[in-house]
Nanobody, 119 residues
Framework: VQLQAFGGGLVQAGGSLRLSCAAS????????MGWYRQAPGKERQLVAI???????DYSEFAKGRFTISSDTVKNTVYLQMNSLKPEDTAVYYC??????????????WGQGTQVTVSS
């Protein structure tokens, strides 16, 4: 299963970006889709996760500014980021867990998309 992320770029502080990540391959279903980020010199950290049943978890910094959503038919996860701050600058990675049509579990990561917020 491969993931391809889109939507990163350069934006001024206070602006918005929408990331999307599409999973492709022999997918039967997905049960966990989300986003992490990694800033230079820092560890990768959770941004937001959506699980089966619409259960969503956000990191504190994302609450009120970021919105995660998913389309399980398209196997795509989105991240709408508003009121961006320079400290949101990072490489954003999508991740998806699920099962293949052959019945095996998978956990895949996207290649990362750069988000840069200028002050």
């Amino acid at each position: 299963v491969q993931l391809q992320a889109f939507g990163g770029g350069l934006v001024q502080a206070g602006g918005s970006l929408r990331l999307s990540c599409a999973a492709s391959g022999n997918i039967l279903n997905t049960h966990r889709m989300g986003w992490y980020r990694q800033a230079p010199g820092k560890e990768r950290q959770l941004v937001a996760i959506v699980r089966n049943g619409g259960i969503i978890d956000y990191s504190e910094f994302a609450k009120g500014r970021f919105t995660i959503s998913s389309d399980t038919v398209k196997n795509t996860v989105y991240l709408q980021m508003n009121s961006l701050k320079p400290e949101d600058t990072a490489v954003y990675y999508c991740t998806v867990r699920g099962a293949t049509a052959r019945g095996s579990a998978f956990a895949s990561w996207g290649q990362g998309t750069q988000v840069t917020v200028s002050s």
